[in-house]
């Protein structure tokens, strides 16, 4: 009887993703008071992206509803520092030509201290949302901070799998532009050695976790 051949090694050497709810389920076991720590711990090396940017600059950051690293303290580094923070909208163009919802983000003024205070509906897709008729393109911001499932050593980002972040930085990032500049923002335990990587998807030019801060 012979035996089995062995696999190929291009097929051994495959990289493949953990599932994301293998990250869902950990953030979701965290209580709030150790959500509030991290999300201190990892405000503290926003100092180091400071060294980075302009004088009023344009941050993009989210609210963190589903369970990821707060991101008050981005809003509060904001305000401390004179710098402009800006919030997401999904398909704020409506459908392209093929009737598909518009993917591409674009972002919102924000005039409250508290990402709680700030009125808001829920998108379909479950994200909550603030209308206001003032409306910023990706490319007009200096920073944006990115939401994420997981993300690896050289900087390839899993996210929700919608593609909304891959879709309004993916003209810039191929064309070179210097910004936006994308950080993300996440757990320690979200970072992983290596992920698989798709021809669409961006990359982060940075990462800020509670134990620092690193460049891409």
Partial sequence: MHPEPKKAMSEES???????????????????????????AASMHLTKLQQRLPKNARIGLYYDGFGELPTQPILDWCQRLG????????GSLGRDSN???DKHLRFVPVYHSKLLNIPTHIHRLG????????????????????????VDLNGN???????FY???????????A?????IGWCYDFQVVEQLARQPWDVP???LITPSGIRWF
Wanted: hydrophobic share 30%; glycine share 12%; aromatic share 6%.
């Fill in 99 to 101: 009737g598909n919802d």
């Fill in 204 to 206: 982060l030019d940075g």
């Fill in 14 to 40: 495959e990289v493949s993703n953990p599932p994301r709810r293998h990250f869902t389920r950990q953030r979701r076991q965290l209580s709030d008071g150790a959500r509030r720590n991290m999300g201190q």
């Fill in 178 to 182: 210097k910004k936006p500049l994308k």
């Fill in 157 to 163: 980002r899993m996210g929700m799998g919608g593609g």
């Fill in 127 to 150: 994200m909550k949302q603030n209308h206001h008729r003032r409306l910023l393109w990706a490319r007009e911001l200096d920073v944006i901070i990115c939401p994420l499932v997981a």
């Fill in 83 to 90: 710098y402009f923070p800006y919030l997401p909208v999904v």
């Fill in 166 to 176: 891959d879709t309004t930085l993916g003209k810039s990032y191929r064309s070179g």
